[in-house]
């Protein structure tokens, strides 16, 4: 079975801070990696990854995958108080089917 | 742009009646829909997988005649809850995918919330 473990659960932090949310997948036919931003309603798109050790950036924020060591982070550099959220990591096979870890809440405080 | 929809965006029922939730591409035509289930404070639970035109494929543990699932065009999907109990109370989220395989990029709806009383 597919599984995506996203650590920490829960982060606290102060504006300013640079934080590191770790996403490690075992999946069968792997294909994609994404990260997701999900704040009161349904999860918006931020990266998708499919190649190893390409760093992707939008902004304050940066992704990598090591599709060696299964895993995936999500860095925030510079927290402001909207980047509080919970962040969601999904594995995509070839097929095209996902399997979602169960997210990072991050909080960041004024 | 790729913007999806979801209609309604929160629904209140009586047990035993049925609500059907629309899923709209509304700049795009999406060959793949899919339909999650999220709990409070847990992720997303993917229910079933939709192409247009054909079945609907469900995840294991999802029963196919309890969320009846309709693709019936490149952009519209519908999810059915059939006799609604309280336990399917829930907030229920569709995506679409853009394109062929290969184009693993899912745009999300904004969900329905679903409250069975």
């Known amino acids: 079975e597919d599984k995506v473990v996203q650590s920490p659960l829960s982060l606290v932090v102060h504006e300013g801070d640079t934080v590191t949310l770790n996403c490690s997948y075992e999946?069968?036919?792997?294909?994609?990696l994404l990260w997701y931003k999900q704040e009161k309603k349904a999860p918006t798109f931020l990266f998708m990854l499919?190649?190893?050790?390409i760093e992707k950036k939008s902004g304050r924020l940066s992704s990598i995958l090591d599709k060696k060591e299964l895993f995936s982070i999500l860095n925030i550099t510079a927290t402001q108080t909207g980047d509080s959220a919970i962040y969601l990591c999904?594995?995509?096979?070839?097929?095209?089917?996902?399997?979602f870890g169960d997210g990072t809440t991050l909080t960041v405080k004024p | 742009g790729a913007v999806v929809s979801q209609h309604p965006s929160w629904v209140i029922c009586k047990s035993g009646t049925s609500v059907k939730i629309e899923c709209r591409s509304l700049?795009?035509?999406?060959?793949?829909m899919f339909w999650y289930r999220q709990f409070p404070k847990q992720s997303l639970m993917l229910m079933a997988t939709?192409?247009?035109?054909?079945?609907?494929?469900?995840e294991q543990g999802v029963e196919k005649d309890k969320f009846l699932i309709n693709h019936a065009s490149l952009t519209l999907s519908t999810l059915t809850v059939t006799s609604a109990h309280p336990e399917d109370s829930s907030f229920y989220i569709c995506?679409?995918?853009?394109?062929?395989?290969?184009?693993?990029?899912?745009?999300f709806g904004p969900g329905t919330r679903l409250t069975v009383t």
């Open positions: 995506s679409a995918r853009k394109g062929l395989a290969g184009a693993y990029e899912q745009y």
């Open positions: 999946v069968t036919n792997f294909r994609s």
């Open positions: 499919t190649s190893s050790g």
């Open positions: 999904a594995s995509f096979t070839n097929a095209g089917k996902s399997t």
């Open positions: 700049d795009f035509q999406a060959t793949t």
């Open positions: 939709s192409n247009e035109g054909s079945k609907a494929t469900y």
